[in-house]
């Protein structure tokens, strides 16, 4: 296995200045339960959010959009459709994208045979907790609906070969992140287990890694960065209130991120 790299403060800071200057335009078809809360965070750090999830015009949308994010947390017929136009449309575009597989597994096969589906149309990154990328790659998983139960130590091979057999990147979120292109590896540690508890992190940190790589061809770094900066924001969002207020001031600290985090 290649050396794990500890990613730095100092690794980050570039990608952050980049997302502010260029606003990339973020397509999301994300879950319904956290499309305010994804469009806040995407705004939060610079980008600019994009609800489009009509089948009539997500192609049309992919081909002026800076990046794609596709998250199956809600999945229906009609949704999946639409997911299915917008990833074939973003590989002949080469538009960067980022599919979310959340809640793939052997006990909902619907999502998870549209999961492998889309896969096929080459993502540039994957994110999903260690046991949607154990259950993806095909290996033996245990979640509970969204929540995944393994540890990212324990996906973290799976990780490294799905991204050399698809040529992407594959992000695991958990206790520690890892990042990895099948070569490289970074590991992201912090965080606070609140972020586990408001609904919308995971969901919402899959749109800021399709910010961050479409600003730059590094896309190992810059998805990297959002796992850092997500991780960061959590630790210095104010829990003593509560977990509402927890949810708000992890888009105030995104908000603030330079001068509260150098």
């Given at each position: 296995?290649?050396?794990?790299?500890?990613?730095?403060?100092n690794?980050?800071?570039?990608?952050?200045?980049?997302?502010?200057?260029?606003?990339?335009?973020?397509?999301?078809?994300?879950?319904?339960?956290?499309?305010?809360?994804?469009?806040?965070?995407?705004?939060?750090?610079?980008?600019?959010?994009?609800?489009?999830?009509?089948?009539?015009?997500?192609?049309?949308?992919?081909?002026?959009?800076?990046?794609?994010?596709?998250?199956?947390?809600?999945?229906?017929?009609?949704?999946?459709?639409?997911?299915?136009?917008?990833?074939?449309?973003?590989?002949?575009?080469?538009?960067?994208?980022?599919?979310?597989?959340?809640?793939?597994?052997?006990?909902?096969?619907?999502?998870?045979?549209?999961?492998?589906?889309?896969?096929?149309?080459?993502?540039s990154?994957?994110?999903?907790?260690?046991?949607?990328?154990?259950?993806?790659?095909?290996?033996?998983?245990?979640?509970?609906?969204?929540?995944g139960?393994?540890?990212?130590?324990?996906?973290?091979?799976?990780?490294?070969?799905?991204?050399?057999?698809?040529q992407?990147?594959?992000?695991?979120?958990?206790?520690?992140?890892?990042?990895t292109?099948?070569?490289?590896?970074?590991?992201?540690?912090?965080?606070?287990?609140?972020?586990?508890?408001?609904?919308?992190?995971?969901?919402?940190?899959?749109?800021?890694?399709?910010?961050?790589?479409?600003?730059?061809?590094?896309?190992?770094?810059?998805?990297?960065?959002?796992?850092?900066?997500?991780?960061?924001?959590?630790?210095?969002?104010n829990?003593q209130?509560?977990?509402?207020?927890?949810?708000?001031?992890?888009?105030?600290?995104?908000?603030?991120f330079?001068?509260?985090?150098?």
């Amino acid at each position: 296995m290649s050396t794990i790299q500890l990613f730095q403060n100092n690794d980050a800071i570039p990608f952050i200045e980049q997302v502010k200057q260029q606003r990339p335009l973020v397509h999301c078809i994300t879950n319904d339960v956290v499309q305010n809360f994804t469009a806040n965070v995407l705004l939060a750090i610079g980008a600019s959010p994009a609800m489009v999830v009509a089948k009539q015009e997500v192609e049309d949308f992919v081909t002026i959009a800076s990046s794609l994010l596709i998250n199956i947390g809600t999945i229906d017929e009609h949704s999946a459709n639409s997911m299915l136009l917008a990833a074939a449309k973003a590989e002949q575009t080469q538009t960067p994208w980022v599919l979310d597989p959340v809640a793939v597994g052997a006990a909902l096969k619907y999502r998870t045979e549209i999961a492998k589906q889309l896969i096929t149309f080459r993502p540039s990154v994957i994110r999903g907790n260690a046991s949607e990328i154990l259950a993806l790659s095909g290996q033996q998983s245990s979640s509970k609906g969204p929540d995944g139960l393994d540890s990212t130590d324990s996906a973290l091979n799976a990780a490294i070969l799905l991204a050399q057999k698809y040529q992407t990147i594959v992000a695991i979120t958990g206790e520690i992140d890892y990042v990895t292109d099948g070569q490289q590896i970074y590991s992201i540690a912090g965080g606070d287990i609140a972020l586990t508890r408001v609904t919308g992190t995971g969901c919402s940190l899959s749109a800021m890694v399709a910010a961050f790589i479409a600003t730059t061809s590094n896309r190992l770094t810059a998805t990297a960065t959002a796992c850092f900066m997500m991780k960061k924001a959590g630790e210095l969002a104010n829990k003593q209130s509560g977990l509402g207020t927890f949810a708000m001031a992890i888009i105030d600290q995104l908000s603030l991120f330079k001068q509260n985090y150098q």
